[in-house]
């Protein structure tokens, strides 16, 4: 079955640029969306269609694709944005839907 | 307001089966797929199915095809996931979620399934 592959983890510093990278066979083909979950909520969507910003969401989340990989940037990461980070996508038939492992943002 | 509420959590034994109910409101229920994903306990989410708006065609991970089974009643602005032979790794909040275009853009807060003895 398709798989997305994250790093479990990311730790940067207050007002550091942290960056989560989704490596997938079909993501050349297929966009890449990215979720946010802080403990015991639901999850947030951060970023669709490999970079567009859903309204509400500050400018210093931004995404990118290229290749087999997409990532997710934080530019001057802040305490608040501590979270569970999450990419999902579809397989190459579009049939079934996947999300990455998750990787865990520390900002301290 | 847009809002998905889900119910029918419970505990249940192995091998028991549940269903599990999403209540949409304040948008066109007819007109949007919807999806069920899960979470397990201290783990990552997990997509488990999605039905078309008009359900004409249904998809499933590997992990609970041929055990469970996503249904939808349009005229009652709800959705539903049946979940038979229910096995302990099955244990997980499961939440109902709106999908736009190829992603989810609204999310219920989520139920919660307990498979155990």
């Known amino acids: 079955s398709y798989e997305l592959t994250q790093p479990p983890s990311v730790s940067v510093s207050p007002g550091q640029t942290a960056r989560i990278t989704c490596s997938g066979e079909?993501?050349?083909?297929?966009?890449a969306y990215w979720y946010q979950q802080k403990s015991g909520q639901a999850p947030v969507l951060v970023i669709y269609?490999?970079?567009k910003r859903p309204s509400g969401i500050p400018e210093r989340f931004s995404g990118s694709r290229s290749g087999t990989m997409a990532t997710l940037t934080i530019s001057g990461a802040q305490v608040e944005d501590e979270a569970d980070y999450y990419c999902?996508?579809?397989?190459?038939?579009?049939?079934?839907?996947?999300f990455g492992g998750g990787t865990k943002l520390t900002v301290l | 307001e847009v809002q998905l509420v889900e119910s029918g959590g419970g505990l249940v034994k192995p091998g028991g089966s549940l269903r599990l109910s999403c209540a949409v409101s304040?948008?066109?229920?007819?007109?949007?797929?919807m999806n069920w994903v899960r979470q397990a306990p201290g783990k990552g989410l997990e997509w488990v199915s999605i039905?078309?708006?008009?359900?004409?065609?249904?998809y499933y991970a590997d992990s609970v095809k041929g055990r469970f089974t996503i249904s939808r009643d349009n005229a009652k602005n709800s959705l539903y996931l049946e979940m038979n032979s229910l096995r302990a790794e099955d244990t997980a909040v499961y939440y109902c979620?709106?999908?736009?275009?190829?992603?989810?853009?609204?999310w219920g807060k989520g139920t919660t399934v307990t498979v155990s003895s």
């Open positions: 979620a709106r999908v736009l275009e190829d992603y989810m853009d609204v």
């Open positions: 304040g948008f066109t229920f007819s007109s949007y797929s």
């Open positions: 039905i078309s708006s008009g359900s004409s065609y249904t």
């Open positions: 079909a993501l050349p083909k297929k966009y």
């Open positions: 269609e490999d970079s």
């Open positions: 999902y996508s579809t397989d190459s038939s579009g049939n079934h839907r996947v």
